[in-house]
């Protein structure tokens, strides 16, 4: 993962917190704690290895090193090595990492050439 530092357009759950509700933004998110509700965040969401959502995600995009249980909403998905979902990703791209765990299916929407 890489640096931690946060800029005006990034904000950070750090590891020692526990979140219930609902979190929205419009800026980048990196969530390093746990996370109970629901998160719709605008442009980039970040989960951290050691972060725990139980939430449905809706975000630009994703990139997860966490343990997820909830639904995935993300223009674009990354799931590194360490990563585990459990819900169902709708997506336009996706990237798994080799050892990801996952349970769940994953709906993507695009145009498949004519004659196929």
Known sequence: MKSLSSSKNEAIIGTNMTIKGHISGE?????????EGEISITEKLTIGED???DANISSKELISSGKISGDIESSMVTLTSDAELSGDITTEKISFEEGVRFNGMIN???ELPDGI
Not at 27 to 35: M, Q
């Open 51 to 53: 972060a725990q959502i």
């Open 108 to 110: 993507m929407d695009f």
């Open 27 to 35: 800026s980048s998110l990196t969530i390093l704690g746990n996370v």
